[in-house]
């Protein structure tokens, strides 16, 4: 069945706030991920160019707890009232194809992503110093976090992919 609006659907859960198909949860994480991408961005140049360590990982923590939170969050929507009516735009509906394969792309990197997460965070603040300096932790931390960065940017863009996919055409 392909993804076309029926008007006046009431679907399970409560819907979104952005005009979409899609759940509030849903619409709760399109929109954390955007500060996600942002704060991470801003975090890294902060350490990167400004050697703002103390500033950084504040910053780092406050955004994996702020993740945490958001994910569990959706994980309890998703698992109580499904995703697929709702990107099949009716009820007992199936969503298309490329839906289903924006999905799986997608969770190759959410599923990479809150394993370096924790493993980086958890790391940083066991081995780095306090107040953080650069140290010989820098050698698992730049390579391990770059990792983890980029992953979270991808988990994003892919993420929004499969929004737009399932809930916007
Ligand atoms: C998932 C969480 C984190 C990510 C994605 C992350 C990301 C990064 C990145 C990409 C760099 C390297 C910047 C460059 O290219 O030079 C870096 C450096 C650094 N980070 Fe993090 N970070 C995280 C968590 C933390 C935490 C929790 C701390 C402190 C406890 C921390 C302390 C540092 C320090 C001290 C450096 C400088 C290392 C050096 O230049 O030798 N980071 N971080």
Do not use: C
């Amino acid at each position: 069945m392909d993804a076309i609006d029926h008007p006046g659907t009431v679907y399970p859960g409560i819907d979104g706030f952005l005009g979409t198909r899609a759940s509030f949860m849903l619409d709760v994480l399109v929109i954390a991920m955007g500060v996600v991408v942002v704060v991470l961005a801003w975090s890294i140049y902060q350490v990167k160019y400004r050697r703002r360590y103390e500033l950084h990982k504040w910053a780092q923590v406050t955004l994996g707890v702020l993740l945490l939170v958001a994910v569990v969050a959706f994980e309890i929507d998703i698992r109580l009232h499904g995703w697929e009516d709702r990107a099949a735009g009716q009820l007992e509906g199936h969503a298309p194809t490329d839906v289903w394969i924006a999905l799986a792309i997608h969770l190759v990197f959410a599923v990479s992503a809150s394993v370096l997460w924790p493993v980086v965070i958890i790391r940083a603040l066991r081995n780095f110093p306090n107040p953080p300096q650069p140290g010989p932790h820098s050698r698992f931390h730049v390579p391990a976090a770059r990792a983890a960065a980029i992953v979270m940017f991808i988990t994003a863009f892919t993420g929004w992919t499969f929004y737009y996919l399932a809930f916007v055409r």
